[in-house]
């Protein structure tokens, strides 16, 4: 109960609308709260340069290493095992995916350390309109899939 796991269907519709938007090709990208890595693993797959996976519960990091082997993708990621609170605010990356366990809190708190231009969030609600717009964002896509909710926030540029 304290996962919800990226359907297939809401992953292939994320990275498709990613696609068109041009942020995935060639892109570093953090999968937090990563899991099986599935969604890390389907940026790669989608042309990202690479993926640091940040996840702390043993077995899904398990999973998640076993994962990048089978599927030959160990060279283009990084797994690193600790709290996406405390890591997240070092990362040098160009687009963040967010899909914490359900009960996560801590969105804005989350959105106001990700130094990342591009991200997307993952929730069991509308967080847009929970949270509004928060400083230095623009919401360029929000969808419904089902119960869950996918929103692109784009940072912009100082002094907008």
């Known amino acids: 109960m304290a996962t919800r796991p990226t359907t297939d269907k809401v ?20 999968d937090l709260f990563a899991g099986s890595g599935a969604v890390g693993i389907e940026a790669i797959s989608r042309g990202a340069e690479s993926c640091v996976f940040i996840e702390r519960d043993r077995s899904a990091l398990n999973a998640l ?14 797994v690193v095992a600790g709290d996406v609170m405390a890591l997240v605010a070092s990362l040098d990356v160009d687009l963040v995916y967010a899909d914490p366990p359900y009960g996560f809190e801590a969105w804005e708190r989350l959105l106001s350390v990700v130094r990342a ?9 509308e967080l847009h309109q929970e949270l509004g717009t928060p400083m230095g964002f623009e919401i360029v896509r929000s969808q419904r899939y089902g119960r869950t909710w996918v929103t692109f926030w784009e940072r912009m540029p100082a002094g907008e």
């Open 11 to 30: 992953r292939e519709a994320t990275f498709n609308a990613l696609g068109s938007l041009g942020v995935i090709r060639d892109a570093k990208v953090a």
């Open 65 to 78: 290493r076993d994962n990048l082997y089978a599927l030959d993708c160990e060279d283009r990621s990084r």
């Open 117 to 125: 231009p591009f991200i997307v969030t993952e929730s069991g609600h």
